[in-house]
C-alpha cells in the first residue's frame, strides 16, 4: 500500500498569505495525486486532481505541482473561507489519503 | 446538475448488516466508475470499493469478503452492502464519482450516511 504522509499537520496563517501544503508518497505514484477540501460536517471538494489540474468551479488561487512522490498544494492568497483540512489522495495503487492538514485562517 | 444523495445508514450492532444506497442525478452511473468512500468519527478518509463502469469491482483489504458493492442501472443507483460489522467499522460512509478521462480522482461526492456499530 502507498502511503501518503502531509505536513505540516496544522498552519496557521492570516488571509492574504500563501499557503504551501505538502504530500509526500512512499513510492511514486507517477502523476495521480489529487488534492481535496473539507470543511466541518461536509463531505471533501476535489480541489486539484492529476497533480496540477484545478477541479471545475475551483478559483485560480489553488495550484498543484510535483511528480513521483513529492507533491505541493499552494494556496497563492488566502480567503477566510479556506479554512478547512485538505487531503492529498493517490490512485497508482488502489486509492489512498493523506492524514491530512488544517489550515486555519488567523 | 449532477447529485449523489445516500440513504441507508442506522445503529447496527456487532455482527449485523446494513445495506447503504446512493441515487444519483444528472448523470448515469452505468458510465462511471464509482466508489464508497468512508471517514471514522474525527479520522481521515479511507476508500472502501469500486464498481468500474465494465462491471468488475474492488475492495479494501479491511472488508474484502464482508462488504459488497452493486450497482442498480435501471434505478441509477450504487449499493454498498455491510454485513459482519465491526467496531471499527463505524464511520460516515460518502459515495463518490470518479473523473472520467483517468478515473484517479473523485470529482462528485454524496453528503454521506453515517453507519454506527454498537450494542
Redo the contacts between chains.
Sequence with gaps: EIVLTQSPATVSLSPGQRATLSCRASQSVSS?L?W?QQKPG?????LI??TSNR??GIPARFSGSGSGTDFTLTISSLEPEDSAVY?C?Q?SN???????TKVEIK | EVHLVESGGRLVQPAGSVRLSCAASGFTVSNYDM?W?RQAPGK????VS?KYSGGST?Y?DSVRGRFTIARDNSENTLHLQLNALRAEDTAVY?CARH?QV??????V????TMVTVSS
Design positions: 495521480y489529487a481535496y461536509q463531505a471533501p471538494r476535489l486532481y492529476d477541479a471545475a487531503y489522495q490512485r488502489w486509492w489512498t489519503f493523506g492524514q491530512g | 466508489s468512500v481521515g478518509l479511507e476508500w469500486v474492488q479494501a460518502y473523473t483517468s478515473a484517479s480522482a473523485f470529482d461526492w454524496g453528503q454521506g
